[in-house]
């Protein structure tokens, strides 16, 4: 997946809905604003907008982190270098940027090797089923867990979504 504005808008794409969806979705998004850029996403109508399908909190974060980007005050190649805590905190500056979606950028877009979105579901019931544990672990405790497998915790959760899919026989990966 690309760094920059374009792999951030998938990912914001992909937020709490299925991947199938996701897809569509994004590739109505890609044609409408063709090279996907934070500029050429500003420069969409409100009409095309709203025949592409996202909702107004995507649409307000992607026009929150693409009016950042075109103003200077966000870098996302400069964050993809960053220690991840510090990166972490940039992108979450924003609004609609959670950790989950900061995490996974991190992880598939900027190359971070110790990323471990614990608030991802499958990662959760993944984790549970691997480890032999009846019930789906809480965020912090898979946080926690997720420790022990630094400093390749990205590794551990693609380990993690592979079981998943093995297991549910249904991909999950959060991009792609």
């Known amino acids: 997946m690309p760094a920059g504005f374009a792999g951030l808008a998938e990912i ?3 937020q709490m809905i ?14 409408a604003a063709s090279p996907l850029t934070a ?7 409100p009409e095309a907008l709203a025949g592409i399908g996202l909702t107004r909190a995507k649409q307000a974060t992607l026009k929150g982190v693409a009016n950042a980007i075109a103003d200077g005050t966000l870098d996302l190649a400069a964050i993809g270098i960053m220690p991840a805590d510090e990166a972490m905190k940039r992108l979450m500056h ?5 950790a989950w979606t900061a995490e996974v950028y991190l992880m598939f877009c900027a190359g971070h090797i110790d990323i471990f979105p614990a608030g991802d579901l499958a990662l959760r ?6 480890l032999g544990h009846s019930t789906r672990p809480e965020i912090d405790a898979l946080r926690a867990l997720a420790q022990a497998w630094k400093p390749y915790r990205s590794v551990a959760a693609r380990v993690l979504w592979a079981h998943y899919a093995r297991i549910t026989k249904r991909d999950v990966l959060p991009v792609g």
């Open 12 to 14: 914001v794409t992909g």
């Open 18 to 31: 299925s991947k199938q969806a996701a897809a569509a979705i994004f590739g109505r998004l890609s044609a």
């Open 39 to 45: 500029e050429t996403y500003l420069r969409l109508s």
């Open 94 to 98: 924003h609004r609609g940027i959670g």
């Open 125 to 130: 019931i993944a984790a549970a089923d691997a």
